[in-house]
């Protein structure tokens, strides 16, 4: 058994080959996405092999000794605030004894690691992992105790500014109008008017820069401990030296300025301005909230008595067999070793008619048995494709950081060069004879006046007027980093199954002497079945015939007596199969209907064939529109796992450049990365098939249909099915690019004006607080305009 020459997985005892091209390939969806585009270099794009991307350990681990069966914990990870929390997590991961590896996703709010499970306790690791502000736990875990459940992250913002209160307005009433001389000095500083002002003023603000400003404290520490330091550090500078200063100034030097309301203020503003970007975090990737539905953590394994037993996946061996009732997922892959039933695998293939199975049949893990039981044999490796699916979904989805990571390189030199004039600052005075009080002062203006409000804020605020204008076009943003990414797309795919179709089938014709008679009796039959195809029949059938007895359901076919009449709906090999008789009219209706791509079903009576349902997956209302309202710049490409006939339609269209059909999950991933070799791709799709793909195109757009995996895998998702929205996309993206540089273009020229004002000791703490918020009060102004 080889590997395949597009994805690398394994091919099947005779690989799919074509004489024209150079290969063994898995499936046919490799082969003519190979035909297409197999002279691009996909390491050009990605320089990691897709197999590579989930084997590796975490960055900062040691490669799996041979003789260990290493696993994979996904954990939830509640306090990251930056790159630099995730080489703190990482770091803390691989201090554990069994763990050789670990990943942390700032984007994704998850960590993935890989262990020892006979070293290390996989219920030991979210325990290890939560210190310092951070909680790690099992995805969709709820937290046990009070003060997990108190959590005050999500309301973090209005706190800050509602304690900001009690500090502000002494200071509005008392202390300011003091110093510009409204009041006598000795109004507020010669009486005890100052001790009733200032020891709450005191007690206030240590609260405040206790806790609204402990994660910037965290993350400062954290990222001087991996050696990143971040924009956190200046925060945490500016603010423990204004209250430093200002505390030391209240007890030991008493009457001159304090400045609790500069450090209120910056924690303030800075809060305010991380809750507006954490937004964008709301729907990060919650992994498992739909795997908890597609993968089976428990198989009804089969006795040799012939009896089951429920147990866990990870004790069940290759070659032992388990039970798989109607309705039920397949724990893992395998082969069927008794009975016959039809399977939905649309959740992984994107194959919209369930497939047939029978003794022998590979069946893959994830799918949903629809109509009969079956005994499945374990496959070598105990592996379900939807676990393969989330190994691709990680690979992709948690190397995209954001916007924040760019704020954070640039930190990696304006903090030591800010910290480093702030010291060099103080010491030049104190050089020239300035007193120590007036030379720690400017220090502290230079740290106040470079603290990166505006620049912490300008791109978030950007992103969410963007994410506004296009919510309001009928396109939910959920990765506001995207509108950085992508301004105008060279490539746009679309997944046809549930996005360009509805993903439900329906009748489309009726062939056969009476179409009445036919409906009516396959609806009668079909009204014992759960099977989607009898579904739609059922739908378009007027009322069913009575008297119906003896129902059966045969491999492809089910039957049963009908007004004493033994009917028969199905495929046409069952009724081949039966013995049954086909008429050529109906033969050639049925050719017909393949060619044209759909699904043609035979209805008949009494041993021979009376008519043919041609059913139909229904087009999506305006896709047509949709794709021709792209110009002629950009190239559109259809992907399905249907075969070529179903998607004939769409290699007809006009508008539709390519269309790739057969294609699996991992093949699907395979051909973003090469057509991303071309240029910038958008890729559109709504099941768990499409989830890779979506986070390794340059922006994913879901279905608000589509299954939880594929939105969270998502950066966008449109909110009414209406796909004509997807392409009003690329004006807002470009109209928020040009904002995101007018803000940052104000917030670095404000601090090379500022901090040399506040070097030249022009301006104290309280003006360097005024300057830090009247700049972001223009990137806000700048940002709230209208984007549509």
């Given at each position: 058994m080889g590997s395949c020459t597009l994805c690398d997985l394994s091919t099947p005892a005779e690989p799919v080959t074509d004489p024209d091209v150079d290969g063994a390939f898995c499936c046919r969806g490799c082969l003519e996405v190979y035909r297409t585009l197999g002279d691009v270099d996909?390491?050009?794009?990605?320089?990691?092999?897709?197999?590579?991307?989930?084997?590796?350990?975490?960055?900062?681990?040691?490669?799996?000794?041979?003789?260990?069966?290493?696993?994979?914990?996904?954990?939830?990870?509640?306090?990251?605030?930056?790159?630099?929390?995730?080489?703190?997590?990482?770091?803390?991961?691989?201090?554990?004894?069994?763990?050789?590896?670990?990943?942390?996703?700032?984007?994704?709010?998850?960590?993935?690691?890989?262990?020892?499970?006979?070293?290390?306790?996989?219920?030991?690791?979210?325990?290890?992992?939560?210190?310092?502000?951070?909680?790690?736990?099992?995805?969709?875990?709820?937290?046990?105790?009070?003060?997990?459940?108190?959590?005050?992250?999500?309301?973090?913002?209005?706190?800050?500014?509602?304690?900001?209160?009690?500090?502000?307005?002494?200071?509005?009433?008392?202390?300011?109008?003091?110093?510009?001389?409204?009041?006598?000095?000795?109004?507020?500083?010669?009486?005890?008017?100052y001790f009733m002002v200032f020891i709450p003023l005191f007690?206030?603000?240590?609260?405040?820069?206790?806790?609204?400003?402990?994660?910037?404290?965290?993350?400062?520490?954290?990222?001087?401990?991996?050696?990143?330091?971040?924009?956190?550090?200046?925060?945490?500078?500016?603010?423990?030296?204004?209250?430093?200063?200002?505390?030391?100034?209240?007890?030991?030097?008493?009457?001159?300025?304090?400045?609790?309301?500069?450090?209120?203020?910056?924690?303030?503003?800075?809060?305010?301005?991380?809750?507006?970007?954490?937004?964008?975090?709301?729907?990060?990737?919650?992994?498992?909230?739909?795997?908890?539905?597609?993968?089976?953590?428990?198989?009804?394994?089969?006795?040799?008595?012939?009896?089951?037993?429920?147990?866990?996946?990870?004790?069940?061996?290759?070659?032992?067999?388990?039970?798989?009732?109607?309705?039920?997922?397949?724990?893992?892959?395998?082969?069927?070793?008794?009975?016959?039933?039809?399977?939905?695998e649309s959740v992984v293939t994107g194959e919209s008619i369930p497939v047939p199975k029978s003794p022998g049949s590979a069946v893959i893990g994830g799918s949903i048995v629809t109509d009969n039981a079956l005994v499945v044999e374990v496959g070598e490796e105990r592996t379900s494709t939807v676990d393969r699916l989330m190994e691709l979904l990680w690979s992709v989805q948690s190397t995209d950081a954001g916007v924040q990571r760019v704020a954070n390189r640039f930190a990696l030199v304006f903090v030591p060069v800010v910290v480093t004039v702030a010291v060099v600052t103080t010491l030049g005075w104190l050089w020239l004879g300035r007193p120590p009080g007036e030379a720690i002062l400017i220090g502290v203006s230079v740290l106040v006046v470079s603290c990166p409000c505006s620049l912490g804020i300008a791109t978030p605020l950007a992103l969410a007027a963007g994410s506004n204008a296009a919510s309001e076009s009928g396109l939910l943003v959920f990765d506001g980093s995207v509108f950085e990414r992508v301004t105008d797309t060279d490539t746009v795919a679309f997944d046809k199954t549930g996005t360009l179709t509805t993903g439900e089938m329906s009748?489309?014709?009726?062939?056969?002497?009476?179409?009445?008679?036919?409906?009516?009796?396959?609806?009668?039959?079909?009204?014992?079945?759960?099977?989607?195809?009898?579904?739609?029949?059922?739908?378009?059938?007027?009322?069913?015939?009575?008297?119906?007895?003896?129902?059966?359901?045969?491999?492809?076919?089910?039957?049963?007596?009908?007004?004493?009449?033994?009917?028969?709906?199905?495929?046409?090999?069952?009724?081949?199969?039966?013995?049954?008789?086909?008429?050529?009219?109906?033969?050639?209706?049925?050719?017909?209907?393949?060619?044209?791509?759909?699904?043609?079903?035979?209805?008949?009576?009494?041993?021979?064939?009376?008519?043919?349902?041609?059913?139909?997956?229904?087009?999506?209302?305006?896709?047509?529109?949709?794709?021709?309202?792209?110009?002629?710049?950009t190239d559109v490409v259809v992907i399905t796992g249907d075969d070529e006939r179903a998607a004939r339609r769409f290699d007809d269209h006009p508008d539709v450049d390519d269309v790739f059909a057969e294609v699996r999950p991992e093949a699907k991933r395979e051909l973003i990365r090469r057509l991303r070799a071309d240029g910038t791709v958008t890729m559109v799709g709504d099941g768990t098939n499409d989830a890779a793909a979506l986070a390794g195109a340059d922006l994913g757009i879901a279905m608000s249909h589509g299954t939880e995996l594929t939105i969270d895998a998502a950066d966008a998702v449109v909110t009414d099915d209406d796909l004509s929205t997807v392409p009003s996309f690329f004006g807002i993206a470009d109209r928020v690019r040009r904002r995101i540089r007018e803000n940052l273009l104000w917030a670095v020229g404000y601090n090379l004006v500022a901090i040399p004002l506040a070097v030249a000791g022009l301006i104290n703490p309280l003006i360097a607080a005024v300057l830090m918020g009247v700049s972001s009060l223009i990137v806000v102004t700048n940002s709230r305009r209208s984007l549509i």
């Open positions: 996909p390491e050009e794009v990605d320089a990691e092999a897709l197999q590579d991307d989930a084997d590796a350990p975490g960055d900062g681990g040691e490669a799996v000794p041979d003789d260990v069966d290493a696993e994979t914990a996904y954990l939830s990870i509640d306090g990251l605030h930056c790159s630099t929390c995730e080489l703190f997590i990482e770091s803390a991961a691989t201090d554990i004894e069994g763990v050789y590896g670990a990943e942390a996703s700032y984007s994704t709010d998850m960590a993935r690691v890989t262990y020892d499970p006979d070293a290390c306790d996989r219920a030991a690791i979210p325990d290890a992992l939560s210190q310092f502000g951070y909680y790690a736990s099992e995805p969709g875990e709820e937290p046990n105790g009070f003060l997990d459940r108190l959590s005050l992250e999500e309301y973090r913002a209005a706190i800050a500014v509602i304690v900001m209160m009690p500090v502000m307005a002494p200071y509005f009433l008392f202390v300011y109008p003091t110093y510009v001389g409204v009041y006598p000095r000795d109004f507020l500083y010669g009486s005890n008017l007690v206030w603000s240590t609260i405040i820069v206790a806790g609204v400003g402990y994660p910037f404290f965290r993350g400062a520490y954290v990222s001087l401990k991996v050696g990143q330091p971040n924009m956190d550090v200046l925060i945490a500078l500016a603010v423990g030296a204004a209250y430093l200063y200002s505390a030391a100034s209240l007890f030991l030097l008493e009457g001159r300025t304090v400045y609790f309301d500069v450090a209120v203020m910056i924690l303030a503003v800075v809060t305010v301005g991380d809750h507006v970007e954490s937004r964008f975090k709301e729907r990060a990737l919650g992994y498992y909230s739909e795997l908890a539905e597609s993968r089976v953590t428990h198989a009804r394994r089969l006795r040799e008595d012939g009896s089951t037993e429920q147990t866990p996946i990870e004790s069940i061996a290759s070659g032992e067999r388990v039970l798989v009732r109607p309705g039920e997922r397949i724990p893992v892959d395998g082969q069927v070793a008794d009975g016959t039933a039809a399977v939905d009748v489309v014709d009726v062939v056969g002497a009476d179409r009445e008679s036919i409906l009516k009796r396959a609806a009668a039959v079909e009204g014992r079945s759960n099977h989607p195809i009898g579904g739609a029949i059922l739908d378009a059938a007027p009322e069913p015939t009575g008297d119906v007895s003896g129902f059966e359901r045969n491999p492809r076919s089910v039957a049963a007596t009908v007004e004493g009449d033994r009917t028969m709906v199905g495929h046409p090999d069952a009724f081949t199969r039966a013995g049954w008789t086909v008429p050529d009219d109906l033969a050639d209706a049925v050719d017909s209907a393949r060619a044209d791509g759909a699904h043609p079903t035979l209805v008949g009576w009494d041993g021979a064939a009376a008519g043919v349902v041609v059913l139909r997956d229904t087009p999506r209302s305006g896709w047509d529109d949709a794709i021709a309202a792209f110009d002629d710049e």
